[in-house]
């Protein structure tokens, strides 16, 4: 399914493949790969409320900033809560980013390999195959709770209305 009208990046619109999630949705699942090469899935994560922020690339200034600001965020939050980065950077520039930016609670994830999270989430950008810079909160049981696409990928996310739904899960 190809979407547009949803994103751009400096100005100009780009497509979006996949589904659109939206609160109540079962969360599906997907199979992402961790800096040693492990596969991850949802279920990985069962039990637990999971916020994931999505990014295009982890080598870019507003990339960066929303994984640091998720990083430090996930220090605040209590142990059912995980906190994870998806992006279609390779594992080995995750392993490094992560190393060198002193990244160590939220867990950064790569969907380079089959673009499993990109394709069930809906955030799959067709022309660049990269994953528009989103975030996701799932519950416990696997409901998305809360979606948030950002229009202008080149703009940082809404940190504090994610933080509001959060707050309200647990």
């Not at 430090?72 to 060198?100: G, H, Y």
């Not at 696997?142 to 703009?155: G, K, L, M, S």
Request: proline residues 5%; contains cysteine; hydrophobic residues 45%.
């Amino acid at each position: 399914m190809e979407r547009t009208d949803i994103i751009k990046m400096k100005g100009n619109a780009l497509t979006l493949l996949g589904p659109a999630l939206k609160a109540g949705d079962r969360a599906p699942d997907f199979t992402v790969l961790d800096a040693s090469l492990a596969p991850k899935s949802l279920k990985d994560f069962g039990g637990k409320v999971k916020v994931l922020s999505v990014t295009p690339s982890l080598d870019t200034p507003v990339c960066d900033l929303q994984l640091h600001w998720f990083n430090e965020d996930a220090a605040s939050q209590p142990a059912d809560v995980v906190v994870m980065n998806i992006s279609m950077d390779l594992p080995f520039a995750i392993k490094r980013f992560c190393a060198t930016a002193g990244i160590e609670r939220a867990l950064a994830l790569s969907d380079h390999r089959d673009a499993s999270f990109g394709s069930a989430y809906g955030v799959l950008i067709k022309e660049l195959r990269l994953l528009a810079r989103s975030i996701f909160i799932i519950d416990k049981d696997d409901v998305v709770r809360y979606v948030q696409i950002v229009p202008e990928q080149t703009n940082e996310p809404d940190y504090e209305a994610a933080l509001k739904a959060l707050k309200e899960l647990i």
